[in-house]
């Protein structure tokens, strides 16, 4: 039998969510037993392939990139997790949403800057009027909330995906 | 000793004094339903809606808290149908306003995300209203932030009922509606306040908190409240 395609992905989020992937601690040679992990921060990868069949997303969708990327993943995961708080709810990253891009920006790298006060425009990422959950740009198969996700319930979730299943995630409920 | 009735609970005949809510009846049969406004000891307002049950022979869900219980009744107090509706309120109300658990003083102490927890609620279906919301840092010991206030009216009314100050109130309609202190005007230059904190520990979530306190540190009482307010005589 050939291994199941696990793919992770960071969006606007803080990595907290991959540490929590990382302390599956011994469930994690369970996953590596049945799966391989074909990309993320965790691979070499430069490019999200096709015929994957759990993706899990941590961040909030932040910048036309994160909604690029999104969609791809999309389009070639059979599976899409949103992986904790800010996947799910938009959370930490969306706090910035009262505030016009123009002016948040103005305010961090000009007004907030010690030196070299200009908004950085070459090489990074326009980012949306708002950053939002993982489900307002496309469909979410499961949503695993937490900031960041219990491990057991990650595990729990990828195990039960990997058998086939659509785990019950309503006994293992955590926000924040 | 008040005339008594009989009600049924999710099948199981419970007796109660007439007068009592179907809430209290619940609560005497050993049933928890889910609820956020209600507080014994002060004035029930029906304002969260979790507390939501089905009547036999009545075609809509009424509130629990504010309906009273009548001899002969035989109420559900949980379904498959209370559930869907439970999670739907808790999911409205995270999209209203701008619950960061993650960084709210009352992380994990906080009975809306309780109750998220025990219905199960993994998202919020509805799109987020990011409102741009303030905090009132102006009381020289407390803060109110409406980011996370879910006009409970919880504050209102044990400021009112059993402080007797009446600071609180809420003005305007709909999303609009906001907690306002006084006349609207800042917590600090209110004449009124006792500063008893009161509103502070009877509020469910990190919207109404003492100062000096960081993430996840502001546990409150609200059960102690209630049971002066139970003392003081003060209405289901
Ligand atoms: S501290 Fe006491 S008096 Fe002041 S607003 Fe709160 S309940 Fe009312
Ligand atoms: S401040 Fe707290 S107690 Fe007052 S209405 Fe808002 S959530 Fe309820
Ligand atoms: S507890 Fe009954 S409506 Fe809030």
Known sequence: ?176 | MAHQISIRIDGKLVKVSAGSSILDAALAAGKDIPALCHMKGLSAVGACRLCVVELAGVGRLLPACTTPAADGMSVTTVSQKLTKYRRMILEMLFAERNHVCSVCVSNNHCELQALAARLGVTNVRFAYSYPKLSADTSHPRFVLDHNRCILCTRCVRVCAELEGAHVWDVMSRGTGSRLVCDMNQPWGASKGCTSCGKCVQACPTGALAEKGWCVEEMAKQPARVSRLAVIRGGGQ
């Open chain 1, 1 to 176: 039998m050939s291994k199941a395609k696990i793919a992770t992905c960071w969006l606007d989020g803080c990595s907290g969510c991959h540490m929590s992937l990382l302390d599956l601690d011994e469930t994690l040679i369970q996953v590596a037993r049945k799966a391989d992990i074909v990309f993320g921060p965790l691979v070499d990868a430069q490019e999200f392939p096709e015929g994957v069949d759990v993706a899990l997303v941590e961040g909030a969708v932040s910048s036309y990139d994160d909604q690029r990327l999104l969609q791809t993943i999309r389009r070639r995961s059979q599976v899409l997790v949103a992986l904790g708080d800010c996947a799910v709810t938009g959370n930490v990253s969306s706090m910035r949403n009262g505030i016009p891009v123009k002016k948040l920006l103005e305010r961090i790298y000009v007004q907030g800057a010690a030196e070299a006060q200009a908004v950085p425009s070459d090489g990074v990422p326009g980012l949306l009027k708002q950053a939002g959950p993982l489900h307002e740009t496309v469909k979410v198969d499961l949503h695993i909330p937490g900031c960041p996700p219990k491990p057991d319930a990650i595990g729990f979730a990828v195990l039960e995906l990997l058998e086939g299943r659509k785990p019950d995630m309503a006994s293992k409920v955590k926000f924040g």
